[in-house]
């Protein structure tokens, strides 16, 4: 799922965690902590495993101490705090407070180590000591709900044999243009988008076309170039396209098929797709230009007939020429004509 290859999701479990209050004045270093409620913590990683779209600057301090401790040059802890006290240093007044969370998880390969870093909404209260009635109250940090929506913000690293690969999964609650994150915590991971919106919306459009061509015998009329172009139209109008658009893109293209067998063929032919273009777990917004359905363009003769296309289709389907006598030809090149009916009045 995103990040994740399926022998990790298989194999997952935490290794080491441990939990810093971030967004305040002070600083206070915690320890590790003894890892507990396994199953939850591992469902809300792989919940922020969307596909890596950032990758590490050369100079990353964050790289540098994640292959510190993948390597054992520091302890987990030691490192841990490193990082929480910087991700302290860079964190904006104007955003959440929160408890920061890291993770260092194992899988089946030895060589391979994955951290997890998720600031997680948090409520604070403070608690009497119900030993010492007139002791002082000391904070406490509760109710991590199993809410997606409580994840400010998440990041997933990978290393192998000491080295962390420089592809970075991260996801910002704060940015509602995704997949970008905020200038902060961008400057704490040491990171560059390399993955712009309109080379996915070029993957997309790929995807598209060969998902309609396999399909072919099933689309409308068996037209691919009809078809493609409802779901370039279809993708352009959204405010993002994610997975579940892309499908639904696809589906509504053939024609929302009714046969249960053939829809369950074609979602997933669909996903499969997606998963192998990195897209499965991402949502953008899409570039005009390459997700969207073409102009049409309107010829009208002298005569009165009035002829309007896809202009995309100009240069193969519709051509104009010249006759000897300074007339103009208008050819149309069609696999099949599907409506010939007589209309009530002439176009205006």
Do not use: W
């Not at 995103?2 to 298989?10: H, I, N, Q």
């Not at 054992?72 to 007044?93: D, I, M, Y």
């Not at 998880?105 to 060589?111: C, F, G, K, S």
């Not at 499908?247 to 024609?255: D, F, K, N, P, T």
């Amino acid at each position: 799922m995103g990040f994740f290859t399926d022998e990790e999701l298989g194999t997952l479990r935490i290794k080491n965690m441990i939990l810093h209050v971030v967004g305040g004045t002070t600083f206070t270093a915690a320890k590790v902590r003894k890892v507990e409620h396994e199953p939850f913590f591992v469902g809300k990683i792989v919940d922020t495993a969307v596909d890596a779209v950032f990758t590490f600057d050369a100079t990353s301090p964050s790289k540098a101490e994640l292959e510190a401790i993948a390597s054992g040059r520091v302890t987990f802890e030691r490192g841990a705090q490193a990082l929480a006290l910087s991700f302290n240093r860079q964190h904006v007044s104007g955003s959440s407070d929160g408890a920061l969370f890291m993770f260092e998880l194992t899988v089946r390969d030895p060589n391979t180590r994955i951290y997890s870093l998720i600031k997680y909404d948090y409520r604070e209260a403070l608690q009497q000591d119900p030993v010492k009635p007139d002791g002082l109250l000391r904070r406490i940090i509760n109710a991590f709900i199993d809410d997606n929506r409580a994840i400010q913000k998440a990041a997933l690293f990978r290393v192998v044999g000491g080295s962390a690969e420089d592809e970075v999964s991260a996801r910002d609650r704060t940015k509602r243009d995704k997949p970008d994150i905020s200038d902060y915590f961008r400057d704490f991971l040491g990171v560059t988008r390399e993955v712009s919106d309109e080379e996915l919306s070029k993957k997309v459009r790929g995807l598209l076309q060969d998902t309609l061509t396999k399909f072919v015998d099933h689309l409308p009329n068996k037209h691919i170039p009809t078809a493609f172009a409802e779901a370039r139209g279809m993708l352009g109008k959204c405010q993002k396209v994610d997975k579940k658009a892309i499908i639904e893109a696809v589906l509504h293209a053939a024609g929302d098929p009714t046969d249960s067998k053939l829809k369950q063929r074609i979602i997933h032919d669909t996903e499969q797709r997606i998963r192998k273009a990195k897209l499965d777990n991402l949502s953008f917004k899409p570039v005009p230009n390459i997700l969207r359905q073409p102009a049409y363009r309107r010829i009208k003769t002298t005569e009165g007939v009035t002829v309007t296309f896809p202009d995309n289709a100009a240069s193969n389907l519709v051509q104009v020429q010249t006759t000897a006598n300074g007339g103009q030809r208008i050819v149309i090149e069609t696999q099949r004509i599907t409506n010939d009916d007589l209309v009530g009045k002439r176009p205006g």
